[in-house]
Nanobody, 126 residues
C-alpha cells in the first residue's frame, strides 16, 4: 500500500503561481512513474503532467505546456507541480497519481495508475 498526500493548493489571482507537493509513503517510490490530474466541477478528470521513475522524461497536457513544470525528488519521496501564469480555467481539485513500473507516457490515460491521492483544491480568481 502506498499513500499519497497532496499539499500546496489554495486561492491565487490570475497570473499568479502555486507549487503543489505530493508526498508518498513507502520505500519503493522510485518504482513509480508519477503524475498529476485535475478535475473541475462538472467535468471529467483530466491529465495534467507526468514524470518517469528517474525524471528522465516528462509529459504535459497541451493546456498547461509552457506554464507548469513537474519534478520529483526520490530521496524525499515527493513529486512537485510548479504552476505559473495561472488562469481561471486551471481551477480544479488536483490529484497525485502513482503508476508502478510505468513511464511518463503510460501515466497519461490513468488506466495503469495504482494509487491516487485525495486531492488539493486550486482556485484561480479573475
Amino acid at each position: 500500500q502506498v499513500q499519497l498526500v497532496e499539499s500546496g493548493g489554495g486561492l491565487v489571482q490570475a497570473g499568479g503561481s502555486l507549487r503543489l507537493s505530493c508526498a508518498a509513503s513507502g520505500r519503493t517510490f522510485s518504482e513509480y512513474a508519477m503524475g498529476w490530474f485535475r478535475q473541475a466541477p462538472g467535468k471529467e478528470r483530466e491529465f495534467v503532467a507526468s514524470i518517469s521513475r528517474y525524471a528522465g522524461s516528462t509529459y504535459y497536457a497541451d493546456s498547461v505546456k509552457g506554464r507548469f513544470t513537474i519534478s520529483r525528488d526520490n530521496a524525499k519521496n515527493t513529486v512537485y507541480l510548479e504552476m505559473n501564469s495561472l488562469k481561471p480555467e486551471d481551477t480544479a481539485v488536483y490529484y497525485c497519481a502513482a503508476d508502478r513500473w510505468g513511464s511518463a507516457v503510460t501515466v497519461v490515460s490513468g488506466a495503469s495508475v495504482d494509487y491516487w491521492g485525495q486531492g488539493t483544491q486550486v482556485t484561480v480568481s479573475s
